[in-house]
């Protein structure tokens, strides 16, 4: 497997060299954003834009602030863009300065469930592609064995979260997803 930026972060002097060439010319990995790559896809054909975005990165890590992963890896993360499912906010008590608790109900909708599942099927294609294929030695995440649309669903339900890109607006408007309407 070639390496990547795990293989450097946890390499003591290939790190101080990383903090080195940042210092001195602006310039590395130190520089970069957390993704390299972003995709926009459709995962049905008959969509007229995309419902999905990849970030790619070149490091892995189990949870952000956790720490490279010590092998070899890159991490193609997808983001639903117009997800149906609703969540809701509720208050935990009275008191004005406590905060409120948050439902999001990731994946309630069955239309946001068959997505996730398209979009971790369509990643593994993409990931499959001869170019990256010396930058693979197995998958990682959720693994070779994972292969139905049940146990990708249960898998993206298990490590899931917000990217917060499909977020920050009210929808106005008639229709059921609207939270603001005209009046």
Known sequence: TRPTLNNEVNNPFRKMLIGLEYILFRSGPMSMGASQVGVFCKTRPELTRPDIQFHVQPLSADSPGAGLHKFAAFTASVCQLRPQ????????????????????????????QETV????????????????????QEEWRPGAAVQSDEQLLDHARQVGTTIYHPSGTCKMGSDSLAVVDAS
């Open 85 to 112: 499912s609703r969540g809701y906010i509720s208050l935990k008590s009275p008191d004005p300065l406590s905060y409120p608790a948050l439902h999001p109900q990731y994946l309630s909708a069955a239309a946001d």
């Open 117 to 136: 599942v398209a979009a971790m099927k369509l990643s593994r294609k993409i990931v499959s592609a001869p170019a990256l294929r010396p930058f693979i």
